[in-house]
């Protein structure tokens, strides 16, 4: 039998041809039992196999949860990960770039090996679902051969290196990145000095300081191109930035320099690599970024550290080697460049120019943007767009962390006949960019993390925003918005106008999908600040929350005020105030749809539940006290609006205290107000039992309120009070979850009664 | 199958039977949770995957260890989809048959779903495919290959009546065939004669 093994031998870089054998070998082993599960999941995600939801061979159908029953259900690939379960492949992009023929075999992977969508990332990556892991060396072995590598697409290491989709023809950037984030992808791979991180490590590259595209503020490491006259010579570099990131609590990345010379781009982040590797957090995976490390060390010394590393480092020519191909860099327009020149225009084909075309600084060519629709293209239009790419463009094609895709160097009198040939592909959605243009994350369709529907809801809010997309005020359809289905933020929902993350609340003993809103945060200025919740609404009531925050921004604006400095001036509270008519979640028996999510009709909660009354006076119970913990939360994001550190530190502390000692009254009524008592009574009765932890993410939030107990921590500036408060927000996200927990389980109290309550009352046991 | 082991050897076989027009797509997703709750057909169902907003996508997918199914519009055309990804017992026509009574028996209890307000497949036509590049690849020794097994498989379910044929000659893209029969049959006549 023929093997793309064979087909493709002598076709693939040997070095990767020989990676791929090895890990088609660490299968085999894996299959024998020969390699530790642990150990050979590491070895899996860092050829970019991910897990997929149900991949622990449970789920609940909605009737309740069953064991999914794979073939070989004892054989795992991972802790809880059966091997048969279909699995999510990620493929790197490095900076988006992709050629036709790489987009034709992506097509037939997705259609052999997926489901038959590609799905663009928020990190310019591509991702297939639904594969079955014995398929990947073959897939892999197939990538190698048109130059994708999977390599280090997960794990603890370097990540895509992303880039602006827009290098070498924006009319803003300082000058080209595309190569530097080449090289970096090319040093970077395999380094033995990226191979032993506690956690991931991201890079993105950008052309300016005030776009979005490159988005450096949130990345672990991220360049901006600059310029500097020495000595009369316009000399290039990078305005340097180290510790940003997202994730559950985001960070700002922080100046590391204002001119890292173009030469010294490589060294110095071997140097970064190599001191994130030493001295980087290893066990703590939730302080292992290198966000942490620099906020501990202070930027003065974590820099200090890295210059003497740099000092040190071995000579390694490739650090300057591209440099010398730089002058012949650059895309070949298959076109010549010419105006439209009074061209016929289609039906529709002035809304997509408004917003899905940007004209290049190179006269007579055009960047078009495909707009894909959750990020999804099937197999079947990738292939047609590679040839109309083939036709119009050659191999200036990228993808975008907005989820699309651009064709760049299109002459712009080739737009109609691009638009019409788009067209007929279902590709010529106008709104790239725009409110109507939502991105999303996985979410509940595939993500083991989900907790909310995030794909389902940006489904629904995009048709019907596009519905009214041409009735929408311009200051409106400029809005983003991007959703999370957790809080994890690979939505990118910190950097929105309206940003959404998924939560859950209990509601009469049922758990009810919701999402925490978020207001505030910048896109531009390479997303600039960032949002924080204001507040969680029924998932069912996000679509009225988008139109009655749209039309107050509309009604209140001041000028030519953008949304995030309407949401500056206004404050919070008043926000707050806005989601209130929209916070109530009826009775189950007057409107069940508020109980399933979008898009799935299931029972969103797990389990049978206590419906017991005493039972459900007890969760009441600790509902309200969860409540006033969140309004504690909400206070402490009133308290950093006016600045005021000292009651930030406060009132996120005392919002902590209140969700730790909502849930401890749960099983011991008598609980004092005495901080020390209610510390060590949480870390008895939840933490050290494990109950409060997060099945991924340990007890990673239970360690923050230990922390902010023992440290009382006073921030000095903003950003170290964002970070309080956004640790309080997700303990008491997470005391929510617990709660919920218990609940599904049938139980206020493990193994029986809580302290001070009759046995009569509660009547749930595990 | 005069020698062409490649294609004696395929296992990623698909078929769609079309329908005679578009299901609303949001109740077909509780129609498919209904199947996995109640193993309404073959395969270890695990979950729904809902591509209804590409336009002629995937539609809403039910998605199982063995094979896929689906109700699909891609190519503009709505259909019953089966593929298979894992592999499938006896000869290459034993296997081809089997796939399509996999399509057949969801397109009979899609035809029975009241929610859908009465699809119909449309009986006389169908698209055969070979997912598998390697294996099959969209030319005509393909073809050469595989029509004895068409052959075989279009006389049971059109009771021999006349077919036209179509292989799409793009080769991009999979191996496939559309057939159009002058006489079709609904879904449950047509399975009958596949297992008879």
Known sequence: MKTWKDELEGRMPADWATEIDLFENQMELRRQGKVEEKLFAETRLRRGAYGQRYDNGQRNDGTGTKALAYPNGALTKGPDTIWDAPGMQRIKIPFGGLNPDQMDVLADLAEEYSDGICHVTTRQDIQLHYVHFDDTPSLLRRLAAIGITTREACGNSVRNVTACPLAGVCRDESFDVTPYANASMKFLLGHPDVQDFGRKFKIAFSGCRQHACGLVNMHDMGAIAVTREIDGETVRGFELYVGGGLGAVPYDAVLFDEFVREDEILPITQAISRVFARLGEKRNRARARIKFLVKNLGMEEFKRLVLEERAKLPHDDRWAAYLDELPSHGEKPLKVGASLNGAARPEGFDAWCETNVYRQRQPGYCVAAVTLPLGDITSHQLRELAAIARRYVGESVRTTVEQNIVLRWVSEADLPQLYEELRALGLSAPGAGSIVDVVSCPGTDTCKLGIASSRGLAGELQSRLAAKAMELDKAVRDMRIKISGCFNSCGQHHISDLGFYGVSRNVGGYTVPHFQVVVGGKWVDNGGSYGLPIGAVPSKRIPDVVTAMTDAYLRERQGQETFQEYTQRVGKKALKDKLAPFTKVPAREEDASFYSDWGDPREFTIGDMGTGECAGEVVSLVDSDLSLAEAMVFDSQLALENGDFTAVADKSYQAMLQGAKALVKMRFLDITDDPDQIVAEFKQRYYDTEIFFDRFGGGRFGQYLFRRHEQKEQPTDTAAGRQLVEEASLFVEACHACSAKLAAQGSTAQGGAAEGVTSTVVTLEL | ?196
């Not at chain 2, 899609?110 to 009465?118: D, I, Q, V, Y």
């Not at chain 2, 020794?141 to 036209?164: I, K, N, S, W």
């Open chain 2, 1 to 196: 199958m005069g020698g062409h082991t490649d294609v004696d050897g395929l296992q990623r076989i698909g078929v769609k039977f079309y329908l005679s027009e578009t299901p609303p797509l949001d109740a077909v997703i509780p129609v498919f949770h209904r199947w996995i709750q109640t193993a309404a057909v073959e395969g270890m169902l695990i979950d729904i995957a809902d591509y209804s907003h590409v336009p002629d996508g995937p539609g809403v997918m039910l998605i199982a260890h063995e094979g896929n199914y689906a109700v699909d519009l891609n190519g503009g055309r709505p259909g019953v989809l089966y593929y298979r990804k894992q592999a499938l017992a006896g000869d290459l026509d034993q296997r081809v048959r089997a796939v399509c009574a996999a399509a057949l028996r969801a397109a009979a209890l899609l035809e029975g779903e009241a929610s859908l307000g009465g699809v119909k497949l449309r009986g006389d036509e169908l698209q055969i495919f070979a997912n598998d590049r390697l294996l099959a690849p969209n030319d005509g020794a393909t073809e050469a290959a595989f029509a004895p097994v068409l052959t075989g498989l279009l006389d049971r379910l059109y009771a021999g009546a006349p077919r036209q044929l179509c292989r799409d000659q793009d080769p991009r893209r999979r191996f496939n065939v559309d057939v159009k029969a002058e006489r079709g049959a609904d879904a449950a006549t047509l399975l009958q004669r596949l297992t008879a």
